[in-house]
């Protein structure tokens, strides 16, 4: 009832401290920022959108993520395969054994890479999001029904001094 006054500008509301709308305020701007650049870093780390629904199924079910073979690491398996039909003793098997080392080494930096960004970087932002943003949420609720709680008393408080007042003045 009281939010519902507030809302129809019935009601008076309390007004928090500046300094804590200021904070509440950073904190929402910190949660959305923090969103965006997951999902970002998400597609960024792995640009297939059913890779990425799969890998979350994995999590969600706490199961361990399959490895996949990067593309450098397909290719590189692809020139190596390549060289060994040309014959490694042939200029073009030469070339493709040096080149598909390369980069075979290239996707095995890479899978450390998007390992290693996952760890140390999306992590961290899954852990805020998942435990910091969600106390900060059911702290905020909580601190919204006590202020909606305190504005009721407030009104009633001041309706019964009112009939006070009127039940003084009528006698």
Known sequence: LQFTE???GQAEKTELDAHFENLLARADC????????LRQTEVLLQPNPSARVEEFLYEKLD??????????ELLAQYMTEAAN???PG???GKTLIKV???QRRLGAAERDFIHSASLNFLTPL???LEGDWRTISKERRILQNRRLDLDACKARLKKAKAA???????L
């Open 6 to 8: 507030e809302k129809l």
């Open 30 to 37: 910190t949660k959305n920022w923090t969103e965006k650049i």
């Open 100 to 102: 598909g080392e390369t």
């Open 63 to 72: 199961r361990k993520v399959p490895s996949r073979v990067t593309n450098g």
């Open 85 to 87: 039909d040309f014959g």
């Open 126 to 128: 899954r852990n805020f």
């Open 164 to 170: 006070e007042a009127k039940a003084a003045v009528t």
């Open 90 to 92: 042939t200029p073009y």
